[in-house]
């Protein structure tokens, strides 16, 4: 029988480059809503795009893949570029920014968590935490750059969705779970609560009183 199967690795580099290219569109978007130039677009698409696998990567002691691997910075731009020329044609459709967003988080937080787990194995701490700031960390610095309080402090269910996706891939990993098989079943929990709560606009609970 042949096998149709890719490494484990080239599946791994393909999501996050998806990932990537989520995120720089999510970058695009909120900086031609802000009135950004052509420049100010790219910009935004590429800082929004790499920032929170950059981040881990340091973190993690590790030179960054967006530096060491153009493929990144080439989807970033093109991803902006796209936007920057399609915008009057998608300006209609807001949700396709949300869309792009969780597909982004749900991706990003697994990434982040295979990193960790290729570094340290079943560390639940370290893929915790390089799940959450991958997936977190460009959307925090897109939303600082345009002036905004981060999605992730005031949305429903944003980095709550991250947390349930990287503790289901843990786990499906400790009772034995090949990568492959825990990684989708990773990022569709992740994501699938972040579109669920956009729809249904779930929310965790607020202070009572608090200023809007």
Request: aromatic share 16%; with cysteine; glycine share 10%.
């Amino acid at each position: 029988m042949v096998d149709f199967s890719i490494p484990s690795e080239v599946f791994i580099h393909i999501l996050d480059l998806f990932g990537t290219m989520a995120f720089a569109v999510t970058g695009a978007f909120k900086a031609i809503e802000h009135k950004s130039d052509f420049v100010g677009i790219i910009l935004l698409a590429t800082i929004t795009g790499v920032a929170g696998g950059t981040i881990r990567d340091v973190v993690m002691g590790r030179f960054p893949n967006s530096i060491s691997d153009p493929t990144y910075v080439i989807i970033t731009v093109a991803s902006g570029v796209c936007i920057f020329f399609l915008y009057s044609k998608l300006k209609k459709h807001w949700n396709l920014f949300l869309k792009f967003d969780a597909f982004g988080l749900g991706i990003f937080t697994i990434i982040g968590g295979t990193f960790a787990y290729n570094f340290f194995g079943l560390n639940f701490l370290a893929i915790v935490f390089a799940g959450v700031l991958t997936a977190v960390g460009g959307g925090i610095l897109r939303d600082v750059f345009v002036n905004q309080v981060p999605i992730v402090f005031v949305k429903e269910l944003y980095v709550t969705a991250s947390f349930i996706g990287i503790f289901v891939f843990y786990f499906a990993l400790h009772f034995g779970a090949e990568l492959y098989l825990a990684t989708i079943v990773g990022i569709v929990i992740a994501t699938g609560i972040r579109l669920t709560a956009m729809r249904f606009n779930w929310n965790l609970p607020k202070v009572k009183g608090s200023l809007d």
